[in-house]
T-cell receptor, first 114, second 112 residues
Framework: AQSVTQLGSHVSVSEGALVLLRCNYS??????LFWYVQYPNQGLQLLLK??????LVKGINGFEAEFKKSETSFHLTKPSAHMSDAAEYFC????????????FGSGTRLLVRP | DAGITQSPRYKITETGRQVTLMCHQT?????MFWYRQDLGHGLRLIYY???????DKGEVPDGYVVSRSKTENFPLTLESATRSQTSVYFC???????????FGQGTRLTVV
């Protein structure tokens, strides 16, 4: 069975500091992985996705994530946090069966201090 | 406008009432999903649909009913609302397998 674990329900960084949001997955087959961002009172928006090929994936708003099979991780990073990055972030893995469902982690709320 | 829209955005209803949340997408995506979002639980799948007239249960289907007579619409009905169904509900669609999901803005439902 596939699952996703996000370490840290809240992460706080200073503006300009590195952002690192952790995601580990469990999958018996090569996964498809996604990061979504949710701003207050809005739906989820796709930040980036990994399907196959290059393990370093670049997304919108300066975010990137690296797929590390040996560590079963897909951590999200951004070199320099901006106040507008404050939001909730969800990691998700695609189920490799006929349902095509996404399995979501419990989310990490990013706080950016001025 | 192209996209996925949910209505209403906010709804307050009483325990025991039936309520329907609407979801409409303009892309003709085959797959549609209903999730609920609760603090501490992330997003949990209620029901999903692979095509018109094909629906299946997700993780937390009890107390909910869906239908999909047309590709673009996927309404979610709470047959007899309970306070535990107070939540934010999101509809999503996907073009196909292993693709990203596109989400609506959500419906905040309060059952009193």
């Amino acid at each position: 069975a596939q699952s996703v674990t996000q370490l840290g329900s809240h992460v706080s960084v200073s503006e300009g500091a590195l952002v690192l949001l952790r995601c580990n997955y469990s999958s018996s087959v090569p996964p498809y992985l996604f990061w979504y961002v949710q701003y207050p009172n809005q739906g989820l928006q796709l930040l980036l996705k990994y399907t196959t090929g290059a393990t370093l994936v670049k997304g919108i708003n300066g975010f990137e994530a690296e797929f590390k099979k040996s560590e079963t991780s897909f951590h999200l990073t951004k070199p320099s946090a901006h106040m507008s990055d404050a939001a909730e972030y969800f990691c998700a893995v695609s189920r490799m069966d006929s349902s095509y469902k996404l399995i979501f982690g419990s989310g990490t709320r990013l706080l950016v201090r001025p | 406008d192209a996209g996925i829209t949910q209505s209403p955005r906010y709804k307050i209803t009483e325990t025991g009432r039936q309520v329907t949340l609407m979801c409409h997408q303009t892309w003709s995506h085959s797959y549609m999903f209903w999730y609920r979002q609760d603090l501490g639980h992330g997003l949990r799948l209620i029901y999903y649909s692979a095509a018109a007239d094909i629906t299946d249960k997700g993780e937390v289907p009890d107390g909910y009913v869906v239908s999909r007579s047309k590709t673009e619409n996927f309404p979610l009905t709470l047959e007899s609302a309970t306070r535990s169904q107070t939540s934010v509900y999101f509809c999503a669609s996907q073009t196909g397998p292993y693709t990203e999901a596109f989400f609506g803005q959500g419906t905040r439902l309060t059952v009193v």
